[in-house]
């Protein structure tokens, strides 16, 4: 079957840039920890999932693991709640990784969507079973917003590998 629309090859991504994206959204995400909105969506779960699908194999359980645990500590909640999470996602990014790249960017959204909802209900039992009160339910919407945020990171985070290596009128790829 041929496809109908044309995508642009990419070039290989580069390990630093990789790196870059991954300590950048932790940090952002540490940022974002402080204003202590409930609603605010959880960006390094976003990048997590996003190099789970286009780099399974880089990107794995153990990175999302040590950046989990890492933001546990960061926020002060209980151990290994940021992590498991992580690696629910980072799971079931490496399970359908192959499947999910073959839609376009609105049906990726609507598929990603139950995998936020899913992350977002494992850390609200984790807080719910150790005797936290219920955080609200402006929570719900951390999920969705994730799940909007995933263009943005399919624009953001492949800009680097759409540029020409080295373009000329006969060369365009």
Known sequence: MIMERREALLLPVSPWFIAGSLISALLLSMLLGFSQAIWLPDVLAVCIFFWGIHQPRRVGMAIAFVLGLWMDVQQSSLLGQHALSYVVLSYFAFSLHRRLLWFPI??????????????????LVIRLSTGDDFPGWPMLLTPF????????ANFI???PQRRAHDPDANRPI
């Not at 609105?106 to 992350?119: G, N, R, S």
């Not at 917003?145 to 943005?152: D, F, I, K």
Request: glycine content about 4%; hydrophobic content about 65%; proline content about 7%.
């Open 106 to 123: 609105q049906e990726q959204m609507i598929q990603i969507a139950p995998f936020f909802i899913l992350a977002e209900a494992i850390g």
């Open 145 to 152: 917003l994730e799940t909007l945020l995933w263009p943005v």
């Open 157 to 159: 985070l492949l800009a």
